[in-house]
């Protein structure tokens, strides 16, 4: 069966953020005052192939750990979906 994967990852919360600060700033800049803390980070979408959605998971969690994200500065999250 094909599945898709939705993943985010974004930096840590206890980390700075400097994009998200420079976005955060031009937004003021703008009158979007209102707005703040933006984090800014990767979303990335594909198919997989496998026999099950659980099996699924498993491989897309492998991926995350082992290549689309730093443990050390980076969190992520993901769905599966058929």
């Known amino acids: 069966m ?3 994967a939705e993943i985010n990852v974004m930096p840590l ?5 400097p ?3 420079a ?3 031009v937004m003021h800049n703008n009158g979007y005052t ?4 933006v ?4 979303h990335l979408t594909f198919e997989i ?10 491989r897309i969690e492998e991926v995350c750990k082992k290549i689309l ?12 979906k058929e």
């Open 13 to 17: 919360k206890a980390l700075l953020d």
């Open 19 to 21: 994009q998200g600060k």
């Open 2 to 4: 094909k599945f898709i």
């Open 34 to 37: 209102e707005i703040e803390n």
């Open 69 to 80: 994200h730093n443990p050390i500065m980076e969190g992520y999250e993901f769905t599966v």
């Open 39 to 42: 984090r800014i980070g990767k």
């Open 23 to 25: 976005v955060t700033g």
């Open 49 to 58: 192939e496998a026999p099950s959605k659980e099996h699924a998971g498993q």
